[in-house]
T-cell receptor, first 114, second 112 residues
């Protein structure tokens, strides 16, 4: 079974731009969660989607948004990029996203904001 | 919300020795505690988990213990090997939040 895939793997943007990251979950998984990983703040929860609906949201500004498609693939968007948005963005999928079912992580997208 | 503290931030052990990583959590409603291993260039991978109705769980060389009264849980790795070198994260899930709250991570280095 193929794992979680994320594209692109690396991105370089400048302040003020916007960016879209993509995540393809494991086949059959309906829940997709996004996390931001930085050396200073560690792994922080952004949001979770299930059946095309945002079901849970972390403490991030409205510049961070996402969506999920009918095939469970998900995208996240960051608008008006700031230097502090430089991070590894991880996507994780699980069967139903109860919090208790195993989350499978992708390799991440490394975003650098200049 | 939930807050998870993890110690130590770095840990070096000799190959064959044991390693212990400790975490504390704040939300008494948390009832699921997974541990993840993250190797360089990869996403975190679940290695073991424990639910609040269990005090200890073991899987070959790794074990996790949970003390609900003290709100802390620990990861134990015995007979460490160089391939155990990675960053380890503890996490907690509370029924209401239904999301993972991670500890800050421990960089484990196993010296040959």
């Amino acid at each position: 079974k193929a794992g979680v895939t994320q594209t692109p793997r690396y991105l370089i943007k400048t302040r003020g731009q916007q960016v879209t990251l993509s995540c393809s979950p494991i086949s059959g998984h309906r829940s997709v969660s996004w996390y931001q990983q930085t050396p200073g703040q560690g792994l922080q929860f952004l949001f979770e989607y299930f059946s095309e609906t945002q079901r849970n949201k972390g403490n991030f500004p409205g510049r961070f948004s996402g969506r999920q498609f009918s095939n469970s693939r998900s995208e996240m968007n960051v608008s008006t990029l700031e230097l502090g948005d430089s991070a590894l963005y991880l996507c994780a999928s699980s069967l139903v996203g109860t919090g208790y079912d195993e989350q499978f992580f992708g390799p991440g997208t490394r975003l650098t904001v200049l | 919300g939930e807050n998870v503290e993890q110690h130590p931030s770095t840990l070096s052990v000799q190959e064959g020795d044991s390693a212990v990583i400790k975490c504390t959590y704040s939300d008494s409603a948390s009832n699921y505690f997974p541990w993840y291993k993250q190797e360089l260039g990869k996403g975190p991978q679940l290695i073991i988990d424990i639910r609040s109705n269990v005090g200890e769980k073991k899987d070959q060389r790794i074990a996790v213990t949970l003390n609900k009264t003290a709100k802390h849980f620990s990861l134990h790795i015995t007979e460490t090997q160089p391939e155990d070198s990675a960053v380890y994260f503890c996490a907690a899930v509370s029924g209401s939040a239904r999301q993972l709250t991670f500890g800050s991570g421990t960089q484990l280095t196993v010296l040959p």
